[in-house]
């Protein structure tokens, strides 16, 4: 099993991320996935989930209506679109992958990570 996030890097507040995240190794399609974050010092947090299919999406408060979490099945992607990016948005984004439903936010429930991506936002 490998998750390879990829994506981020440096952007000024206000700007805009694309990650990506490639699956292999599990049947990706009967997988939740998603992207949780962690900031030095700080406990691994949610960010965003997104069903097997891809119709029913989660979002932390706290990125709602600023990120946008897809997926493409055919091709064992996840994305996460990261638009007014602000200095708290920094951290090493993880994305990762569950069988099971329920709880998406809850980081242990997940079964596989990925190594991470740094995303700085500079103010």
């Known amino acids: 099993v490998q998750l390879q996030a990829s994506g981020g890097g440096l952007v000024q507040a206000g700007g805009s991320l694309s990650l990506s995240c490639v699956a292999s190794g599990f049947t990706f399609n009967q997988y939740v996935m998603g992207w949780f974050r962690q900031a030095p010092g700080k406990e691994r947090e949610f960010v965003a989930a997104i069903t097997w299919s891809g119709v029913s999406t989660y979002y932390a408060d706290s990125v709602k209506g600023r990120f946008t979490i897809s997926r493409d099945n055919a091709k064992n992607m996840v994305y996460l679109q990261m638009n007014s990016l602000k200095p708290e948005d920094t951290a090493v984004y993880y994305c990762?992958?569950?069988?099971?439903?329920?709880?998406?936010?809850?980081?242990?429930?997940?079964?596989?990570w990925g190594q991470g991506t740094l995303v700085t936002v500079s103010s």
């Open positions: 990762a992958a569950r069988k099971s439903s329920g709880s998406y936010s809850e980081y242990r429930r997940y079964d596989y």
